[in-house]
């Protein structure tokens, strides 16, 4: 039972390694040392909640939906990405680097509402169709040859994955937050999550 749990961990941490849309903003609200610890439960429950709706075999009913509806899926995903990514390169242009630690101060002030911060979240996790296709139908198939105490094992082994995954990434770049005192460190981060949400949107559109 351990091997199919450190099976559904290596596989689950496989998919959730590479710097996506969500991670990115995880990385940011960390660096903002802004909600971390909502924003890593938020990622980790999502994908233990979309793991355990692959395993319960829904993911094989839902692959034809995807197959179906994939234009309009990738399309409007795209479009909310692109949407995001210049807002925060707007964001970093806007930016005043003339007086560092007044700037500084002042973005770090102009935190968005918890309420807000999930908002987008939600989007960035609920709205990509990737996640889908990694959680409910690609881990969900792979769930396929077990069974009882196995597929539980291969569940928690997965969701296990998330939860390190996210804890490491939010928390992480949280330690980094002290050292973020100049208003340039913080334009290139936004210059930067720009610059991953397009590209995400851009491989989205490439896709449909």
């Not at 009913?61 to 949407?83: D, I, K, M, N, T």
Request: hydrophobic share 55%; net charge positive; with cysteine.
């Amino acid at each position: 039972m351990f091997a199919v749990a450190l099976s559904g961990f290596a596989l689950s941490l496989s998919l959730i390694l590479a710097i996506g849309a969500q991670n990115s903003f995880v990385i940011r609200q960390g660096l903002l040392n802004q909600h971390v610890l909502a924003v890593v439960l938020f990622c980790s429950i999502a994908d233990l909640a979309l793991i355990c709706v692959g395993v319960l075999g829904l993911g094989q009913l839902l692959a034809p939906y995807f197959e179906v509806h994939r234009q309009w899926l990738f399309g409007l995903s795209a479009l909310w990405l692109a949407g995001y990514g210049m807002f925060r390169f707007r964001d970093g242009l806007r930016m005043n680097t003339n007086s560092e630690l007044d700037g500084v101060n002042r973005y770090q002030t102009n935190r968005a509402t918890f309420i807000q911060t999930m908002s987008v979240l939600a989007v960035l996790t609920f709205a990509n169709p990737h996640v889908y296709l990694d959680t409910v139908i690609l881990l969900g198939s792979l769930s396929v040859p077990y069974a009882g105490s196995d597929k539980l094992a291969f569940v928690c082994g997965a969701s296990a994955a998330s939860f390190l995954f996210f804890s490491v990434l939010g928390f992480g770049a949280r330690r980094f937050s002290r050292y973020m005192t100049s208003l340039r460190a913080w334009q290139m981060i936004d210059f930067a999550t720009a610059f991953v949400m397009l590209l995400f949107s851009g491989l989205l559109i490439s896709q449909i």
